[in-house]
Protein backbone atom coordinates (compact mmCIF):
# COMPACT_ATOMS: atom_id res chain seq x y z
CA UNK A 1 0.00 0.00 0.00
CA UNK A 2 1.34 3.47 -0.61
CA UNK A 3 2.28 5.60 2.17
CA UNK A 4 0.34 8.76 3.67
CA UNK A 5 3.41 10.32 4.32
CA UNK A 6 6.85 10.51 2.45
CA UNK A 7 9.50 8.11 3.74
CA UNK A 8 13.23 8.53 3.92
CA UNK A 9 14.11 5.91 2.28
CA UNK A 10 12.72 3.40 -0.61
CA UNK A 11 9.69 1.00 -0.37
CA UNK A 12 7.43 -1.51 -1.29
CA UNK A 13 4.39 -1.24 -3.61
CA UNK A 14 1.16 -3.44 -4.16
CA UNK A 15 3.48 -5.02 -7.02
CA UNK A 16 6.10 -6.53 -4.28
CA UNK A 17 3.79 -7.31 -1.68
CA UNK A 18 0.12 -7.98 -1.79
CA UNK A 19 -2.70 -9.33 0.40
CA UNK A 20 -6.35 -10.87 -0.13
CA UNK A 21 -8.99 -9.27 2.11
CA UNK A 22 -9.08 -10.56 5.54
CA UNK A 23 -11.78 -13.32 6.08
CA UNK A 24 -13.26 -12.93 9.75
CA UNK A 25 -15.24 -15.81 11.62
CA UNK A 26 -17.17 -15.28 14.35
CA UNK A 27 -17.87 -18.69 16.52
CA UNK A 28 -16.35 -21.24 13.35
CA UNK A 29 -19.51 -19.51 11.35
CA UNK A 30 -19.81 -18.07 8.29
CA UNK A 31 -16.62 -16.25 6.63
CA UNK A 32 -16.58 -12.36 6.60
CA UNK A 33 -14.23 -10.50 4.26
CA UNK A 34 -13.13 -7.15 5.99
CA UNK A 35 -16.66 -6.90 7.37
CA UNK A 36 -16.81 -3.31 8.76
CA UNK A 37 -18.63 -4.27 12.14
CA UNK A 38 -18.70 -7.77 13.91
CA UNK A 39 -22.55 -8.09 14.94
CA UNK A 40 -22.98 -10.79 17.63
CA UNK A 41 -19.82 -10.50 19.14
CA UNK A 42 -19.05 -10.98 23.08
CA UNK A 43 -15.99 -11.51 25.22
CA UNK A 44 -17.01 -15.64 25.00
CA UNK A 45 -16.91 -15.63 20.96
CA UNK A 46 -14.72 -17.69 19.16
CA UNK A 47 -12.20 -14.95 16.82
CA UNK A 48 -10.07 -16.15 13.90
CA UNK A 49 -8.96 -14.10 11.58
CA UNK A 50 -7.21 -15.05 7.94
CA UNK A 51 -5.69 -13.98 4.91
CA UNK A 52 -2.75 -14.96 2.34
CA UNK A 53 -0.18 -12.25 1.69
CA UNK A 54 1.46 -12.71 -1.37
CA UNK A 55 5.63 -11.79 -1.91
CA UNK A 56 7.44 -11.54 -5.03
CA UNK A 57 11.35 -10.84 -3.55
CA UNK A 58 12.57 -10.31 -7.10
CA UNK A 59 10.20 -7.28 -7.26
CA UNK A 60 11.26 -6.56 -3.47
CA UNK A 61 14.68 -6.57 -3.86
CA UNK A 62 15.04 -4.48 -7.18
CA UNK A 63 12.39 -1.55 -5.45
CA UNK A 64 14.44 -1.35 -2.36
CA UNK A 65 17.70 -1.45 -4.45
CA UNK A 66 19.14 -4.60 -2.11
CA UNK A 67 20.59 -7.52 -4.07
CA UNK A 68 18.15 -10.70 -3.20
CA UNK A 69 20.72 -12.60 -1.79
CA UNK A 70 21.30 -9.77 1.25
CA UNK A 71 17.40 -8.93 1.75
CA UNK A 72 15.66 -10.45 4.50
CA UNK A 73 12.38 -9.56 5.48
CA UNK A 74 10.15 -9.95 8.68
CA UNK A 75 6.00 -9.60 8.30
CA UNK A 76 4.13 -8.82 11.14
CA UNK A 77 0.47 -9.37 12.08
CA UNK A 78 -1.08 -7.56 15.48
CA UNK A 79 -3.91 -6.72 16.40
CA UNK A 80 -5.65 -3.19 18.35
CA UNK A 81 -8.18 -2.58 20.42
CA UNK A 82 -9.48 0.44 22.18
CA UNK A 83 -10.76 3.79 21.54
CA UNK A 84 -9.27 6.62 19.91
CA UNK A 85 -7.17 7.46 16.99
CA UNK A 86 -4.74 5.35 18.08
CA UNK A 87 -5.38 2.31 19.73
CA UNK A 88 -5.11 1.63 23.55
CA UNK A 89 -3.75 -1.63 23.37
CA UNK A 90 -1.85 -3.20 20.35
CA UNK A 91 -0.16 -7.09 20.69
CA UNK A 92 1.69 -8.21 18.17
CA UNK A 93 -0.02 -11.35 16.78
CA UNK A 94 2.59 -13.61 14.51
CA UNK A 95 5.78 -13.13 12.81
CA UNK A 96 7.33 -14.84 9.34
CA UNK A 97 10.58 -14.64 8.21
CA UNK A 98 10.63 -14.23 4.01
CA UNK A 99 13.50 -14.73 2.37
CA UNK A 100 14.46 -15.28 -1.29
CA UNK A 101 12.18 -18.83 -1.41
CA UNK A 102 9.25 -17.22 -0.08
CA UNK A 103 6.50 -16.42 -2.83
CA UNK A 104 3.33 -16.51 -0.12
CA UNK A 105 2.37 -16.65 3.34
CA UNK A 106 -0.88 -18.18 4.94
CA UNK A 107 -2.32 -16.13 7.98
CA UNK A 108 -4.36 -17.64 10.61
CA UNK A 109 -4.88 -16.46 13.84
CA UNK A 110 -7.37 -17.11 16.65
CA UNK A 111 -7.77 -14.26 18.99
CA UNK A 112 -8.53 -14.14 22.06
CA UNK A 113 -11.99 -11.99 22.68
CA UNK A 114 -11.70 -11.23 26.20
CA UNK A 115 -8.69 -8.87 25.19
CA UNK A 116 -10.55 -7.29 22.84
CA UNK A 117 -12.81 -3.85 23.22
CA UNK A 118 -14.86 -2.01 20.69
CA UNK A 119 -12.72 -2.39 18.03
CA UNK A 120 -10.75 -5.04 16.01
CA UNK A 121 -7.60 -3.58 14.35
CA UNK A 122 -5.58 -5.53 12.47
CA UNK A 123 -2.45 -4.55 10.97
CA UNK A 124 0.08 -6.33 8.22
CA UNK A 125 3.57 -4.85 8.00
CA UNK A 126 6.37 -5.73 5.82
CA UNK A 127 9.77 -5.00 7.62
CA UNK A 128 13.17 -5.07 7.29
CA UNK A 129 14.59 -7.76 9.36
CA UNK A 130 18.14 -7.54 8.76
CA UNK A 131 20.51 -4.61 7.57
CA UNK A 132 22.14 -5.20 4.31
CA UNK A 133 25.88 -5.30 3.66
CA UNK A 134 25.43 -3.63 0.73
CA UNK A 135 23.22 -1.06 -0.89
CA UNK A 136 22.12 2.34 -2.10
CA UNK A 137 22.17 5.49 -0.74
CA UNK A 138 17.83 5.38 -0.71
CA UNK A 139 17.81 1.73 0.47
CA UNK A 140 16.88 0.95 4.17
CA UNK A 141 19.34 0.04 6.64
CA UNK A 142 17.96 0.30 9.94
CA UNK A 143 16.44 -3.33 11.49
CA UNK A 144 12.68 -2.80 11.40
CA UNK A 145 12.22 -0.30 8.65
CA UNK A 146 8.42 0.01 7.57
CA UNK A 147 8.66 -0.94 4.17
CA UNK A 148 4.76 -1.78 3.19
CA UNK A 149 1.59 -2.07 5.48
CA UNK A 150 -1.86 -2.77 5.75
CA UNK A 151 -5.03 -2.23 7.74
CA UNK A 152 -8.56 -3.11 8.46
CA UNK A 153 -10.43 -1.21 11.59
CA UNK A 154 -13.43 -3.27 12.60
CA UNK A 155 -16.09 -2.29 14.78
CA UNK A 156 -17.59 -4.82 17.19
CA UNK A 157 -21.23 -5.30 17.82
CA UNK A 158 -21.12 -1.56 17.01
CA UNK A 159 -18.58 -0.31 19.53
CA UNK A 160 -20.48 -0.17 22.45
CA UNK A 161 -18.21 0.30 25.52
CA UNK A 162 -17.42 -2.52 27.09
CA UNK A 163 -15.56 -3.98 30.31
CA UNK A 164 -14.68 -7.65 31.71
CA UNK A 165 -16.77 -9.75 34.09
CA UNK A 166 -14.65 -12.52 35.87
CA UNK A 167 -16.75 -15.13 37.70
CA UNK A 168 -14.24 -16.23 40.67
CA UNK A 169 -14.43 -18.02 44.08
CA UNK A 170 -14.61 -14.33 47.08
CA UNK A 171 -13.67 -16.39 49.49
CA UNK A 172 -10.15 -17.79 48.05
CA UNK A 173 -9.31 -14.42 46.10
CA UNK A 174 -10.41 -12.24 48.69
CA UNK A 175 -10.13 -14.03 52.06
CA UNK A 176 -9.56 -12.08 54.49
CA UNK A 177 -11.00 -8.73 52.78
CA UNK A 178 -14.19 -6.52 53.93
CA UNK A 179 -15.63 -7.85 50.63
CA UNK A 180 -15.17 -11.57 50.72
CA UNK A 181 -18.60 -12.01 51.27
CA UNK A 182 -20.14 -9.27 48.64
CA UNK A 183 -22.32 -10.77 45.57
CA UNK A 184 -19.85 -8.45 43.24
CA UNK A 185 -17.37 -6.23 43.10
CA UNK A 186 -16.58 -3.82 40.58
CA UNK A 187 -12.96 -2.84 40.23
CA UNK A 188 -11.98 0.62 38.97
CA UNK A 189 -9.82 4.00 40.38
CA UNK A 190 -11.74 7.26 40.34
CA UNK A 191 -8.38 9.12 39.62
CA UNK A 192 -8.65 9.02 35.69
CA UNK A 193 -12.07 9.41 34.15
CA UNK A 194 -10.48 9.49 30.87
CA UNK A 195 -9.03 6.06 31.03
CA UNK A 196 -11.04 3.76 29.02
CA UNK A 197 -13.94 1.70 30.68
CA UNK A 198 -12.54 -1.62 29.03
CA UNK A 199 -8.87 -1.54 30.55
CA UNK A 200 -9.77 0.55 33.69
CA UNK A 201 -12.98 -1.55 35.01
CA UNK A 202 -13.51 -5.05 35.80
CA UNK A 203 -16.54 -6.65 37.58
CA UNK A 204 -16.19 -9.61 39.62
CA UNK A 205 -18.98 -12.08 40.61
CA UNK A 206 -19.05 -14.50 43.55
CA UNK A 207 -18.99 -18.14 42.33
CA UNK A 208 -19.22 -18.97 46.14
CA UNK A 209 -22.83 -18.00 45.95
CA UNK A 210 -24.63 -20.35 43.56
CA UNK A 211 -28.36 -18.91 44.22
CA UNK A 212 -26.45 -15.91 42.85
CA UNK A 213 -24.51 -16.75 40.30
CA UNK A 214 -27.56 -19.36 38.86
CA UNK A 215 -30.13 -15.98 38.60
CA UNK A 216 -26.85 -14.44 36.51
CA UNK A 217 -26.93 -17.62 34.50
CA UNK A 218 -30.57 -17.34 33.89
CA UNK A 219 -30.26 -13.25 33.50
CA UNK A 220 -33.09 -12.37 35.95
CA UNK A 221 -34.12 -8.96 34.96
CA UNK A 222 -34.02 -8.25 39.18
CA UNK A 223 -30.93 -9.09 39.43
CA UNK A 224 -29.60 -7.75 36.61
CA UNK A 225 -31.03 -4.35 37.30
CA UNK A 226 -30.01 -4.49 40.70
CA UNK A 227 -26.01 -5.04 39.96
CA UNK A 228 -26.37 -2.37 37.36
CA UNK A 229 -27.36 -0.02 39.50
CA UNK A 230 -24.54 -0.36 41.65
CA UNK A 231 -22.12 0.01 39.21
CA UNK A 232 -24.28 3.01 37.44
CA UNK A 233 -24.50 4.78 41.11
CA UNK A 234 -20.41 4.24 41.35
CA UNK A 235 -19.49 5.42 38.15
CA UNK A 236 -22.35 8.39 37.86
CA UNK A 237 -21.78 9.65 41.87
CA UNK A 238 -17.84 9.73 41.05
CA UNK A 239 -18.48 11.39 37.60
CA UNK A 240 -20.72 14.64 39.07
CA UNK A 241 -17.64 15.39 41.25
CA UNK A 242 -15.13 15.12 39.14
CA UNK A 243 -12.85 18.65 38.98
CA UNK A 244 -13.85 20.87 35.39
CA UNK A 245 -16.32 18.37 34.43
CA UNK A 246 -16.70 20.43 31.38
CA UNK A 247 -13.65 20.13 30.53
CA UNK A 248 -13.45 16.39 31.63
CA UNK A 249 -16.51 16.00 29.06
CA UNK A 250 -14.38 17.65 25.84
CA UNK A 251 -11.58 16.05 26.65
CA UNK A 252 -12.58 12.47 26.99
CA UNK A 253 -12.66 9.99 24.40
CA UNK A 254 -15.69 7.59 23.62
CA UNK A 255 -15.35 4.76 25.29
CA UNK A 256 -13.85 6.19 28.19
CA UNK A 257 -15.55 6.12 32.00
CA UNK A 258 -16.75 9.60 31.48
CA UNK A 259 -17.68 9.49 28.48
CA UNK A 260 -20.32 6.10 29.38
CA UNK A 261 -20.71 7.65 33.05
CA UNK A 262 -22.58 11.03 30.91
CA UNK A 263 -24.74 8.53 28.93
CA UNK A 264 -26.17 6.70 32.04
CA UNK A 265 -26.19 10.35 33.47
CA UNK A 266 -28.46 11.26 30.65
CA UNK A 267 -30.64 8.04 31.08
CA UNK A 268 -31.26 8.56 34.65
CA UNK A 269 -31.77 12.51 34.54
CA UNK A 270 -33.06 13.66 30.95
CA UNK A 271 -33.18 17.27 30.98
CA UNK A 272 -31.14 18.09 34.35
CA UNK A 273 -27.70 19.96 34.81
CA UNK A 274 -24.96 18.27 36.11
CA UNK A 275 -25.05 21.02 39.20
CA UNK A 276 -29.73 19.65 39.97
CA UNK A 277 -28.22 16.44 40.21
CA UNK A 278 -25.69 17.05 42.50
CA UNK A 279 -28.00 18.89 44.34
CA UNK A 280 -30.59 16.19 43.97
CA UNK A 281 -27.59 13.98 45.19
CA UNK A 282 -26.35 16.21 48.45
CA UNK A 283 -29.79 16.42 49.71
CA UNK A 284 -32.05 13.40 48.69
CA UNK A 285 -29.87 10.93 48.47
CA UNK A 286 -32.46 8.04 48.57
CA UNK A 287 -34.03 10.16 44.85
CA UNK A 288 -30.72 10.17 43.36
CA UNK A 289 -30.35 6.30 44.04
CA UNK A 290 -33.78 5.57 43.09
CA UNK A 291 -33.58 7.69 39.54
CA UNK A 292 -30.18 5.38 38.93
CA UNK A 293 -32.07 1.98 39.83
CA UNK A 294 -35.09 2.91 37.75
CA UNK A 295 -32.68 3.56 34.73
CA UNK A 296 -30.88 0.44 34.65
CA UNK A 297 -34.05 -1.41 34.09
CA UNK A 298 -33.29 0.45 30.45
CA UNK A 299 -29.65 -0.46 30.07
CA UNK A 300 -27.63 -3.74 29.83
CA UNK A 301 -24.35 -4.40 31.48
CA UNK A 302 -21.78 -3.33 29.02
CA UNK A 303 -19.83 -6.93 29.40
Request: glycine share 4%.
Amino acid sequence: MSFANAMPFLVLDDAAVSATPWLISLNRGEKLANPRMLKGWDYSSLLRVERRVHIDFSAASAQLLIPAEQLKLSLVVSTGTGTGTLPRNVNVQKVFSIDDGTDEIDISIDIDSRTLSQRLLLRTSCLLALPPKTASILSPILMGARLWEDAEDIALEGGSPRFPIDAISFHQSFRGRIHENALWYLQWMSADMNRDLSGAVRLYVNTDKEDFMERLRLLDALTMQTMLADIMGQLVGRFLYSPDLDELLRSSERGSIAKQAQQWFETAFPDQSHAQVRALQESKPGEFSAAIQAAAEMVKVPS
